[in-house]
Nanobody
Framework: QVQLAESGGGSVYTGGSLRLSCAAS????????MGWFRQTPGEEREWIAG???????RYADSVQGRFTISKDNAKNTLYLQMSSLKSEDTAMYYC???????????????WGQGTQVTVSA
């Protein structure tokens, strides 16, 4: 059973940076496709970034150039470095893992509990 636990959320001002972490059980990040999603109340969960075991990345247009997804296989941890944060980045952020399929950038089988990011002016 894969377990994921996000951390690193918090409150930051517009233009600031945060790094989210997703600690995974076993050797999840070296075996599975990983991703980050976010959700605001009343809205659909939004995919923002994906990462393959080999290190291929893909980003949503809304975060391209501002966010970076990465991993540390030795620590079995997934990261999301967020910079130039905007108020519209305020959301609950979730990491996810899944076997790599045709739409590898959209893992959906295993989820963490989320970490809140709030960006204010």
């Amino acid at each position: 059973q894969v377990q994921l636990a996000e951390s690193g959320g918090g409150s930051v001002y517009t233009g600031g940076s945060l790094r989210l972490s997703c600690a995974a059980s076993g050797n999840t990040v070296s075996r599975y496709c990983m991703g980050w999603f976010r959700q605001t109340p009343g809205e659909e969960r939004e995919w923002i970034a994906g990462l393959t075991p080999a290190g291929t990345t893909r980003y949503a247009d809304s975060v391209q150039g501002r966010f970076t997804i990465s991993k540390d296989n030795a620590k079995n941890t997934l990261y999301l470095q967020m910079s130039s944060l905007k108020s519209e980045d305020t959301a609950m952020y979730y990491c996810a893992a899944d076997s790599c399929g045709h739409r590898w950038w959209l893992p959906s089988k295993y989820w963490g509990q989320g970490t809140q990011v709030t960006v204010s002016a």
